[in-house]
């Protein structure tokens, strides 16, 4: 969702960084073969999220969510030159689309994949995080949270998508509707933890950066 004036958000495009071409072409390829295109990324939030990272240069990336692999790509930009980008999705349909796009960029040999359910795999990496994105099932937001907050390394960054959800979060709730209220619970968790500092940004349908501050 936009939460902008269409020429604002064009505005925007034009004066920001431009789509790199291996990205303009998994973006095309997304929206012409793949189910809920809308679930990538995209031009202007994945350069936000390419900056952050960069800014950032962490060495060790996870990612909940791969989906097309747009915005780990995205992410790995920023990555040290041995850093490594673990990105973790359940569906296995597009794991050897993920694949193709992973091999023909830079950074095949810092991308890790991994097929399964998240919560089971993320206490089976052994590393620590610099840089975390969450962009998966809604309903397990607070479950990713509370698996990865203590290990996240200090001032480490955790980048929350869809955090807005189409403005439902400050809509009246349907009792049935799981994923708003598991939203509504994140957005407090981060917003009173002690352990980080947050902010909201109404970037495309809501993201949220928090920092883990020094132990």
């Given at each position: 969702?936009?939460?902008?004036?269409?020429?604002?958000?064009?505005?925007?495009?034009?004066?920001?960084?431009?789509?790199?071409?291996?990205?303009?072409?998994?973006?095309?390829?997304?929206?012409?073969?793949?189910?809920?295109?809308?679930?990538?990324?995209?031009?202007?939030?994945?350069?936000?999220?390419?900056l952050i990272s960069k800014i950032k240069a962490p060495e060790?990336?996870?990612?909940?969510?791969?989906?097309?692999?747009?915005?780990?790509?995205?992410?790995?930009?920023?990555?040290?030159?041995?850093?490594?980008?673990?990105?973790i999705d359940i569906n296995e349909e597009l794991v050897d689309?993920?694949?193709?796009?992973?091999?023909?960029?830079?950074?095949?040999?810092?991308?890790?994949?991994?097929?399964?359910?998240?919560?089971s795999i993320i206490p089976s990496i052994s590393s620590n995080?610099?840089?975390?994105?969450?962009?998966?099932?809604?309903?397990?937001?607070?479950?990713?949270?509370?698996?990865?907050?203590?290990?996240?390394?200090?001032?480490?960054?955790?980048?929350?998508?869809?955090?807005?959800?189409?403005?439902?979060?400050?809509?009246?709730?349907?009792?049935?509707?799981?994923?708003?209220?598991?939203?509504?619970?994140?957005?407090?968790?981060?917003?009173?933890?002690?352990?980080?500092?947050?902010?909201?940004?109404?970037?495309?349908?809501?993201?949220?950066?928090?920092?883990?501050?020094?132990?």
């Amino acid at each position: 969702m936009h939460f902008l004036p269409e020429d604002i958000d064009n505005y925007i495009l034009e004066h920001s960084a431009q789509e790199p071409a291996l990205l303009k072409q998994l973006n095309r390829e997304t929206n012409q073969k793949i189910l809920q295109p809308r679930m990538l990324s995209g031009h202007y939030q994945g350069r936000v999220l390419s900056l952050i990272s960069k800014i950032k240069a962490p060495e060790t990336i996870l990612e909940i969510g791969t989906y097309t692999g747009y915005s780990a790509l995205c992410l790995a930009e920023g990555l040290t030159k041995n850093g490594v980008l673990h990105t973790i999705d359940i569906n296995e349909e597009l794991v050897d689309f993920q694949k193709t796009y992973f091999d023909k960029s830079p950074f095949s040999t810092q991308i890790k994949q991994y097929l399964g359910d998240a919560t089971s795999i993320i206490p089976s990496i052994s590393s620590n995080f610099d840089l975390v994105f969450i962009d998966a099932d809604k309903p397990n937001y607070p479950e990713y949270f509370k698996l990865i907050i203590d290990k996240m390394n200090p001032g480490g960054l955790i980048l929350s998508d869809n955090v807005l959800w189409s403005g439902k979060v400050v809509e009246e709730v349907d009792p049935s509707d799981e994923s708003t209220q598991a939203l509504l619970q994140y957005n407090q968790m981060l917003a009173r933890d002690p352990r980080i500092e947050t902010v909201v940004l109404p970037i495309r349908d809501g993201l949220t950066i928090s920092r883990r501050k020094e132990y």
